[in-house]
């Protein structure tokens, strides 16, 4: 907050008189550090169960605040546009001379531009392990029990092979390299929604190294 500010002093969005500690800039660093202190405790059981689709699932809360603390992985994508090469005061002087806007969608490019096997692999790396226990944590709570069924036939298949983290790893590895052996798959509605947007992203990803070392 404090590089942005001087920063904001600097294209004159502010005056040189203005503090850190006026509420314009307090307010959303106190709700960012409230944002930042949700954090899923280990050991906590506490759990809930509901019907969805006609199958019984049963999630632990310590689950549901740990992918909402993954959201936190935007300060990276913060942390590197304040700090980025092309994101400092000379650039951003050039720019405005040739009435340009420099923010972190430009130093992404470029850095893809002017590095793209670091810039790829770290991208990759971030979007597999995120995925990975997205995917994990919506399957390791799924139960496959049919309510539509009589007791004595419900279907029980607690079987589920994405109830560890390193079996999800594989999963979205080979999701995102477009490979899918199919050895592992999600049975949960959520846990094939994350593999499809992990394929997506994937591809995506895979497109762009190839349109990058063939040219």
Do not use: C
């Not at 300060?75 to 994101?87: E, K």
């Not at 009435?99 to 692999?121: C, D, G």
């Not at 279907?155 to 490979?179: Q, R």
């Amino acid at each position: 907050y404090s590089l942005k500010l001087d920063r904001m002093k600097f294209s004159n969005k502010v005056t040189e008189n203005f503090s850190f500690f006026s509420w314009k800039m307090l307010k959303p660093l106190l709700l960012e550090m409230i944002f930042i202190s949700i954090y899923a405790f280990p050991g906590t059981s506490q759990t809930f169960e509901g019907d969805f689709l006609g199958f019984q699932i049963k999630y632990s809360y310590g689950s549901l605040l740990y992918i909402i603390s993954l959201t936190k992985l935007v300060y990276l994508v913060r942390v590197f546009g304040n700090y980025s090469n092309f994101n400092q005061t000379w650039v951003k002087i050039f720019a405005k001379h040739l009435k340009r806007t420099i923010n972190v969608k430009f130093a992404l490019k470029a850095q893809l531009i002017y590095n793209p096997f670091i810039t790829l692999l770290v991208v990759y790396s971030l979007a597999w392990i995120v995925f990975s226990i997205l995917v994990n944590s919506f399957e390791k709570g799924y139960y496959l029990i049919n309510k539509n069924t009589t007791q004595g036939n419900a279907k029980n298949d607690l079987s589920n092979n994405l109830n560890e983290l390193t079996e999800s790893l594989w999963y979205v590895i080979i999701t995102m390299l477009t490979v899918g052996y199919g050895d592992y798959v999600a049975s949960s509605f959520f846990g094939a929604v994350w593999g499809i947007m992990a394929g997506i992203v994937g591809l995506m990803l895979v497109s762009l190294g190839i349109a990058f070392f063939g040219t």
